[in-house]
């Protein structure tokens, strides 16, 4: 990805190569926080260089993005692009330290237990990874945790799982609901799973197997497409 010049650095003076780079590091980090759901991301930046500044481009200042894995070694490369009056390219490391609004643990929950919403809380903490890191409340309650939780302990999207209200082989009622009408007929779960997650099941009259919801420990739901949206033919 190629970021073009940003111009002018806050405080209004002329924006540095390092400012620019800091600038497209802090946009991919604050992009990246709120696409997995953080809550009050903050960024401390450190533009890495080598053993001398960048230098000044009297051209055009591209900054490719090269990893943007690991907050802790983002890689860039600096591209400046001024024909023969001293264009340059070099190689850059930002390392960053991140913070956000982020669920914990107020007491200790044994493992395999359901989490409750008054199990939790937000504090800022430091983050090591944006990908495993919970804000929002509704990705844990319900949940259980694979290893006991202390108190004041960060939740981990990895460590958490839904419990399992189904095993295969389990006897299980198909319940679909239309426009007020509900029909319901048995039928066999094909395979394990959670409240909400979506598993086979065979329909015990037709013997025809479906993709179904679970919705409790002994009922599913047939998962249906959305509906196509009217079209008026005015």
Partial sequence: MLWGCLGEAVS???ATPE????QVAR???????????LREPGFELKVLTGTRPLPPCPGTLEIETLDAR???RLRFVA????????SWRVAVVV????????LVSTTEVPAGRPLQ??????????????????SDPEDAVGRTSRRPLKAGQPLSRRALVVPQLLRRGDKVQIVARHAGIEVSVA?????????GEVVRVRNAKTGRVIQARITSSSTVEPDLPPAMPAHSTD
């Fill in 12 to 14: 209004g003076a002329p």
């Fill in 19 to 22: 400012d620019q780079v800091a």
């Fill in 27 to 37: 946009g991919l980090l604050d992009e990246q926080a709120r696409r997995e759901g």
């Fill in 70 to 72: 690991h907050p802790a």
């Fill in 79 to 86: 591209d400046c692009r001024a024909g023969d009056a001293g």
């Fill in 95 to 102: 390392r960053a330290v991140v913070s956000a609004e982020v």
């Fill in 117 to 134: 919403a008054e199990e939790l809380a937000l504090e800022r903490r430091p983050v090591a990874s944006l990908q495993d890191t919970l």
């Fill in 187 to 195: 039928g066999e779960a094909l395979e394990a799973g959670g409240r």
